[in-house]
């Protein structure tokens, strides 16, 4: 089946750039997506790129895509202790979404 | 504002006990999804809907069913609750037209003792 992979945890001084990296399988992909939950809430779309893009930029985000290698990152620039969060980075495989298992950002003073 | 709500935040049930957990949305969405959270292993789908009375296995349906009777609701059911079911329970929904967001409820973590 199709897999999404993402390390578990990113610990990262405020201020400082974070970057979480997430590689998938399924080349025929037509969006990625990068989705944030806070604790105790559900998720939220932070972002998205279409998989005919390189980069997509939204402010403190950017997020790059490289095809050939089926890798996405997610870059927060100036992180703040309000990004400190579980980050999923997500595929949409046919009629459905593939979740990676998140990585947890912490975010240190 | 887009809002799925769930009827529960918080549940606490014994083995064997039959589960129902709510999901509404407000948004005439077509699409709508239940996943489970465990840590480590991420969103894992369980079931979902593309319409009124319509469902699809997800990747682990076993243990679980569904039903969609009206276009906001969209209810997940577990016939005899085991102590494996315990999970942070996720739904969502989707317009079938155009965008690609899911939108997520806040979550029910169930227990089962």
């Known amino acids: 089946g199709e897999d999404v992979e993402q390390s578990l945890f990113l610990s990262v001084r405020e201020g400082d750039s974070s970057v979480i990296n997430c590689t998938y399988t399924?080349?025929?992909?037509?969006?990625l997506y990068w989705y944030k939950q806070e604790p105790g809430a559900g998720l939220q779309l932070l972002t998205y790129i279409f998989s005919n893009m390189d980069m997509k930029q939204d402010q403190r985000l950017t997020v790059l895509l490289n095809k050939k290698d089926k890798h996405l990152s997610l870059r927060i620039a100036d992180t703040q202790t309000g990004d400190s969060a579980i980050y999923f980075c997500?595929?949409?495989?046919?009629?459905?979404?593939?979740f990676g298992p998140g990585t947890r950002l912490s975010v240190l003073p | 504002d887009v809002k799925v709500t769930q009827s529960s935040r918080y549940l606490v049930k014994r083995t064997g006990e039959k589960v129902f957990l709510e999901c509404v949305q407000d948004m005439d969405h077509e699409n709508m999804f239940w996943y489970r959270q465990d840590p480590g292993l991420g969103l894992r789908l369980i079931y979902f809907s593309y319409d009124v009375k319509m469902k699809e296995k997800g990747d682990i349906p076993e243990g679980y069913s569904v039903s969609r009777e009206k276009k906001e609701r969209f209810s997940l059911i577990l016939e005899s609750a085991s102590t494996n079911q315990t999970s942070m329970y996720l739904c969502?929904?989707?317009?079938?037209?155009?965008?690609?967001?899911?939108?997520f409820g806040p979550g029910t973590r169930l227990t089962v003792t």
């Open positions: 399924d080349s025929s992909s037509t969006y």
């Open positions: 997500a595929e949409h495989y046919g009629q459905n979404f593939v």
């Open positions: 969502a929904s989707k317009t079938e037209q155009g965008a690609r967001e899911q939108y």
